[in-house]
């Protein structure tokens, strides 16, 4: 594996983070990276669906969000990982990151609105966040969890909202069985 940076945080960073209401979560990710690269040009995260309908459901895959961020002129990848170590994994987002470029991942979401971690729930719903950085030191990676409270965000992370260990990525980076059942350690790879 290649030597990477112990402590990576990419240089392009959205003005804010925001909280989503109960779906939607890959456009509130879309339109930070969107922001990030200064192409954001949506008042509304919900905007950024392809339809009326993904706008009502908020229900939409890695390509949509694929073919959302190519259409802003952003080179944007989706993939899953699967079939590499749990160590692998680590490297690999930790490269995508050291690419200083965001990344978008679909994980398993069991965080309650308390900020508690429910494991049944995690294995049941699937969610968006983006990931920002990461530090070898601290072993955890810098994100943007557009479902959190503001009340819970972690203040002194030097970019997203919340920091989540090694461990709970590898762990919610397995996803959700709704909507997209078979969908494991998906991303977006994204670059200008």
Known sequence: MQKLPEKFIVSKRPKE????GLMHCGAYSVKAVL??????????PEDYHLSWWRRISGLTSAYTWQKVLRNYGLKADAGDIRSLSPAE???FLKELLSQNTPVMVRIGNGYLPSGKYNPIIGRIIG???TIWGYDD????????DSAVAPKLYDRYVPTGNKQRTYKEMLRDW????????FWKFVYIKISP
Do not use: C, M, S, T
């Open 17 to 20: 983070f925001l909280k989503q």
């Open 35 to 44: 922001e990030a690269y200064g192409k954001d040009d949506k008042q509304n």
């Open 89 to 91: 994994r680590l490297h």
């Open 127 to 129: 969610h968006w966040i």
């Open 137 to 144: 030191a601290e072993q955890v990676f810098y994100a943007y």
């Open 174 to 181: 397995r996803g959700g069985l709704f909507p997209w059942p």
